[in-house]
């Protein structure tokens, strides 16, 4: 079974840090695009971050770019999303999804459960 499961959530204050995870079951996300996503309460879902498939390119929704840095950890097949300087604005739930494409993220066909941000003092 084709599984993608985000991990790494939780309440933290502004200015804090969060480092979420997405891991893979049946499959290798080396193949696959990943995007990060994320959906707030009332609002539609948004990109966040796309990483290519070899790691060597990155794009980041311009609300989050210089704060948030998403990676790829090959040996444990997870694609991490690494959150600083975060702000109320960043509270929503957070999905990552695989892309059968290199590069593009926009065609994503697996997605993940979601993972719950909230940012607040």
């Known amino acids: 079974q084709l599984q993608l499961v985000e991990s790494g959530g939780g309440l933290v204050q502004p200015g804090g840090s969060l480092r979420l995870s997405c891991a893979a079951s049946?499959?290798?996300?080396?193949?696959?695009?990943i995007g990060w996503f994320r959906q707030a309460p009332g609002k539609e879902r948004e990109g966040v971050s796309c990483?290519?498939?070899?790691?060597?390119?990155?794009n980041y929704a311009d609300s989050v770019k210089g704060r948030f840095t998403v990676s790829r950890d090959k040996a444990k097949n997870t694609v991490d999303l690494q959150m600083n300087s975060l702000k109320p604005e960043d509270t929503a739930v957070y999905y990552c999804?695989?892309?059968?494409?290199?590069?593009?993220?926009?065609?994503?066909?697996?997605w993940g459960q979601g993972t719950q941000v909230t940012v607040s003092s």
């Open positions: 049946g499959f290798t996300l080396d193949y696959y695009a």
């Open positions: 990483i290519s498939t070899r790691g060597g390119r990155t």
């Open positions: 999804a695989a892309s059968p494409s290199s590069t593009s993220c926009s065609g994503s066909i697996y």
